[in-house]
């Protein structure tokens, strides 16, 4: 149904089936949520080698199971796109041994056939009434959002 809904967008901009092929084969999904934080109290849920801190930048999130939609193309446009623009970001892989959360991304991404990447802000206390995260994150990924959008107007 997605994947439908797109076609016939693109086909209503007066584009033909070539046109909206290439168009689809372009684009790129940016599903943007947020991330669990290090818990200073609960440092044995996070692998120490892999995890995302407050204050280091958004992150770009990564799961075996693959419940984020994150794909290795995606990947690297994004981290080129932060590194020339000078934004901050980290790498994150859910650990295998630990069911993760999941995004729209993986869904969406199941349904079109785009390059995707899932990024989020690093908090503490997700879904709690009072969420906590680093206001340096909201200020990368909001660059890192307009770059992208940016980049796609190319």
């Known amino acids: 149904m997605l994947h439908d809904m797109l076609r016939r967008i693109l086909r209503n901009m007066d584009l033909s089936e ?50 984020y939609a994150t794909d290795a193309q995606a990947i690297a446009i994004l981290c080129q ?22 995004t729209l991304g993986s869904i969406a991404g199941t349904l079109l056939p785009v390059k995707t990447v899932d990024i989020g802000i690093p908090i503490l206390a997700m879904h709690s009434a009072c969420e906590l995260m680093g206001v ?16 796609l107007g190319k």
């Open 18 to 67: 070539n046109e909206i092929d290439e168009s689809i084969y372009d684009a790129m999904l940016l599903s943007v949520d947020v991330a669990h934080a290090l818990h200073p109290n609960k440092k044995e849920k996070m692998d120490i080698t892999n995890k995302p801190v407050m204050g280091k930048g958004f992150c770009i999130k990564q799961a075996c199971s693959q419940s």
């Open 81 to 102: 796109l932060c590194d020339e623009k000078g934004i901050p970001y980290q790498r994150f892989v859910n650990r295998s041994d630990s069911r993760g959360g999941s």
């Open 136 to 151: 340096r994150d909201m200020k990368a990924l909001s660059d890192c959002v307009t770059a992208f959008f940016g980049y």
